[in-house]
C-alpha cells in the first residue's frame, strides 16, 4: 500500500499499484515542482536575515473542506486546544493584543501532529474500501482492513508520534524513521505508542528518503509522510487539510473573545506543511471580502531556514542543516505542495537564533503557557519582526494589532537541554 500523486485515482485495495517514491535528494538539485526558476519576485524584498511579499495578501488558495472538523469532532478524545490572551506580551510588543494557540495537548499527544496525520490517514485508508468517500469512524475503519497493513513515516519527534498513535488506534503496526541525534523523549514518546524505532545516523531529510525506500520494500507498507516531493503528494495534502481544524478554532475563540482579526499569524516552520495550511485557510477563496485577511509570518531556526532560502531565490532550495533545540523544524528542504502557496500567500519570513529561542522558551513560561522551542519559535519570530521598522510597517503591525502565535508544542515534547 503505498501513497499516491494528488492527481493519480485512489488505490482500490491494500496491495500497491506502483513503487513508492524513494523520497527527495537532499543532497542533490532542488525539487524542480511548480515554482519558477527565475530570481527574487519583484515584488519580494529582502535584507539581513527577513523577506516581505507586499502582494501576499492578494494571494489566493484553495480551503480545506469543512468535513476535516466534523471528521475531529468524531475522534475520541476531541477538545479544541486553548487560544490564551497574554496583554503582557501585547503590551511589550506594541500590539492590541496576543494570543497564544496552546498545542500542548491535542488527543492526549504533547503537539499538534495528531489533527494531520489521523485525517491523511483515515482518506488514505478509506481508499481502499469499497465506499473512499464516506467519512468512516476509526472504528468502522478498522473493522475494513486488512492487519497486515502498517504504517511508515519518517519523523523528528512529534509527527511520527501521531502516526503510530493513529496506527494503535486502528489496530495496525507502526514503523518510524528518526535521526539518531533527536532527543531520548522523543524516542521514548513513540516506543510508548507501541512503534518500531529505526534510528537514522543522517539528517532528517536523508531520513524521509529511507523511509520511503522502506515503505517501497513492503507491499503492505503505507507511507504517511508530512513533506511532499514530486511523485509524492495527496498524503501530505491531506495532512495539511487535517491542520485545518486548528484554525477553525482559532476563528470561533477570537470571536468568543470579542476580538477582531487576525491581523498577524505567526507560524514556524520546518518543512512548511503548518504554514501552508495557514495560508490555505486565511487566503482561502471562499473567505469573504468582509473578511480578515491577515499576514503571515514564517520562523525558521537560523541553522536550516529553507524556507527564506527558497524565498530570495525565487525557487525552492536545498539548504544544509545543523543542530538546533527546535527539532521539528530542522528541515532542509520546503515540502513541494507547500511551495507555491507560500511563495506567493506568505508576507514575511525571518530566521531566530537559539538564544533567542530559549528567551521565548522562558517567557511563555513565566506566563504559564507549556510551549517547547518548535512552538516559542513564532514568539521569538514576532519579536524580531515586530522589533523592525522595516518588516513592521511591511506587515501593518501597528498598536490595534490582533496576533496569533502558534504554540506547536510542550515542553515535555522537546525539553530544553
Known sequence: MTGTNASDPAPSGPAPSGPVPSGP??????PSGPAPSGPVSPDGQESGDWYSNPSARDHRSVSAPVQVLD??????????TPLRDCPELAAELGVGRVFVKEEAERFGLPAFKMVGASWAVCRALAATTSEPDRLWTFDELREQLDARVRLVCATDGNHGRAVAHTAALLGLQAQVFVPASIGQRAKDGIVSEGAQLCEVDAPYDDVVSQAAQAAAADPYALLVQDTAWPGYEQIPGWIVQGYSTIFREIDAQLHDAGA??????????????????TAAHYRGGDRGAEVSRPSLLSVEPEESACLLESLRAGHPVAVRTGYTRMAGLNCGIVSSIAWPVLQGGVDAAVTVTEDQDLQAVTELQRLGLDSGPC????LAGLRVAAGNAALRQAMDICASSVVVLLSTESLAANPVT
Open 25 to 30: 535528494a537532499p543532497s542533490g538539485p532542488a
Open 375 to 378: 512552538g516559542a519559535a513564532s
Open 71 to 80: 471528521f475531529h469532532l468524531r475522534l475520541p478524545g476531541y477538545a479544541p
Open 260 to 277: 477582531g482579526g487576525p491581523d498577524v499569524v505567526v507560524t514556524p516552520c520546518g518543512v512548511g506543511s503548518l504554514i501552508q495550511a
